[in-house]
């Protein structure tokens, strides 16, 4: 595959965008060790998310192509602009979907029972916005699933010590989501799409993210206290919930020209931040 070809596959996939889950399901993954894994189950944990989240861009790419090619916003995608033809795409699918199951089976037995449950939810939420709006919180389960499958991965048995980070990660995400949103508001209504914006309009789009970032932090801080973690874990939650806040001030009913800058960056930076606070925790045990 040659470099060019390669980069739209990760266009397509927006690969960059790894870095909302991937370090949440660090911490699940380091917190259900007691510190580091070992390279084995971190390279199987790795693949199992890169692969799943692949495997669900991929049918969203595909689900969403027609409406894509509508919206201004979304026709430069590769589907629409034709990058990619449907079957390129279906083949990366069927792919991702094999390499996901492969590392499940190579984890545990759990792990990997339970993985068509998690492929499917990952999947799903592709499907959402066309009946509910609440699609945002569909959008942060597929991403809140993280931390208590990096769990399993590690442990091979089911346990609740994980519930408040999926809990947290969904209102997260499901928080930036909506604002993400705000930018599709008008063509969303017109063509019969659901969002928390589309229902409401701006103003309780706002209110309802901010609500939700709020909801953030308290399940952050309730899962530290479940797996007793330490102060660093506190102020990882500290350094989240100040950069949530600074997120929130950059969007106004009136002005939402820096969605970019607050949907991406700082939430990588909330993400990769708080994972370093947890390592930290975790090395100073």
Known sequence: MSISATRT??????????????????????????????????????????????????????????????????????IPKGDL???QVVAFLV???????????????LTLALSPLALLVLMFYSYTKRFTWLCHLFVGLSL?????????????????????WILAVMSWTGGFDVLYA???????????LHSIPAKFGRRKAIWSSRSFHLLTVVFLVLAGLRVGAGI?????CAFAAALLTYE?????????????????????????????????DILLR
């Open 182 to 192: 705000l930018q599709d508001e008008e063509f969303d209504r017109v063509n019969g």
């Open 248 to 280: 929130q001030s950059l969007v106004s009913e009136r002005d939402i020209s820096r969605i970019n800058f607050a949907f991406f960056t700082l939430n990588g930076y909330v993400s990769i931040g708080f994972f370093t606070f947890c390592l930290l």
């Open 95 to 109: 792919v991702s979907v094999a390499l996901f199951f492969t590392a499940a089976a190579f984890l545990n037995p």
């Open 232 to 236: 660093a874990y506190f102020l990882g």
């Open 144 to 164: 809140g699933l993280a931390p208590a499958a990096a769990w399993v991965a590690v442990t091979g048995e089911f346990s609740w010590a994980p519930l408040f």
């Open 85 to 87: 033809k449907v079957p």
């Open 9 to 78: 596959y990760l266009e397509m996939i927006k690969v960059e965008h790894s870095v909302f889950a991937l370090p949440f399901a660090f911490v699940g993954m380091m917190y259900a060790a007691g510190g580091w894994p070992g390279w084995r189950v971190f390279g199987l944990v790795v693949l199992a998310m890169v692969s799943a989240r692949s495997a669900a861009m991929a049918l969203n790419r595909l689900a969403d192509a027609k409406i894509d090619a509508l919206n201004p916003r979304t026709a430069s995608r590769a």
